[in-house]
């Protein structure tokens, strides 16, 4: 059976934590950064201009090759844009060829659809995302608690939009996942036991 | 670990099939049918009357009693109603006191919060809910497969509205319950070694 898994994930909801465990639970890859690294090595893009396009946060407008200039278009950043996300699926579709891996985001259930991976969608409640933020200190610590709830909500809106945009679906929709995961409530041992019982 | 497993289900999707393998799976409790039996018993009216409150469809306006009429109110129907949905709070809260076990629908999830069910919701695409159905034989053999999408989704509609009414919370919100199982993608197999991995 193949074992290719998809993880989307709400922000702070412990998505890439899930990811991580169960790549190691399985014994397979896991690919994150990975991913930019490769569409950086492929397009000679920097790295930090790669993880921009992706994130669809585009703040600097006019990139900094690291090699030669492969384009001569009068709109250089939207030839980037594109050339980034092509590549970002021929990586994506390239890693999940050659081996079992989980991979998040990214909008990875749709690029690997014909290879019928497991796709997960990882959400919890606003008190629980916003619990794990401030244990994890992925966000200011000075930050009030109504402005995390505002900051988790606009990346989520991101995503939203990239995932809709790129896939004419709705992100979060249970109808394109397998298996949907409250972590307010299964621990991640528990959830990672429950995806590896699949593959047994 | 308190083993007791609510599954809210979409019609089609399998929810009662998943319910009960899990049940024998944990060697526990699986309720279902045993809930009318016990609310007719508690509150003396026909099982097939109790069936028709329950599943908000009362068709029948004046109940047969199978013993005393306990009722004199000038509105007995309502009274019948909110005696009927009591008990089978009552019921419910019983059960799943006495022994772990499966429930399927009847808003439980609501019914048990305290208890921290497992809270399960178990869905899939239209197009496998038709096919389920007739294999099934759920429906009239002879309902085209556009009546059959009607069918489901009115029945749907009712599940839904009855738990909005009773619990104040949106039916299928993934935020109701702490996994969401799509049953077009996963084996009922596989399935069940899921949630059974959850207890191990």
Not at 9 to 28: C, D, P
Not at 98 to 127: H, Q, T, W
Not at 157 to 171: E, I, K, M, N, P
Request: hydrophobic share 35%; glycine share 6%.
């Amino acid at each position: 059976m193949n074992r290719i898994i998809t993880i989307g994930r709400e922000f702070g909801s412990g998505g890439r934590e899930v990811g991580k465990r169960i790549a190691e639970g399985l014994g397979i890859a896991y690919y994150d950064k990975e991913i930019l690294s490769e569409i950086a090595k492929r397009t000679e893009l920097a790295e930090s201009y790669v993880r921009q396009v992706v994130e669809r946060r585009p703040i600097v407008y006019y990139p900094i090759t690291t090699g030669h200039t492969f384009y001569t278009n009068a709109d250089p950043t939207a030839q980037y844009t594109n050339s980034i996300l092509t590549e970002q699926n021929n990586v994506i579709r390239d890693l999940a060829s050659n081996s079992d891996c989980v991979i998040v985001g990214r909008c990875a259930d749709y690029i690997l659809r014909d290879l019928k991976p497991l796709r997960l969608f990882i959400y919890s409640d606003m008190e629980h995302k916003i619990k794990r933020c401030r244990e994890k200190a992925e966000v200011d610590e000075h930050m009030s608690d109504r402005a995390m709830r505002r900051y988790i909500k606009r990346i989520d809106r991101g995503r939203a939009s990239y995932y809709q945009h790129y896939t004419g679906r709705v992100w979060g929709d249970r109808l394109n996942y397998d298996l949907c995961i409250n972590t307010a409530s299964n621990s991640i041992k528990e959830i990672v036991s429950s995806v590896i019982a699949i593959y047994q």
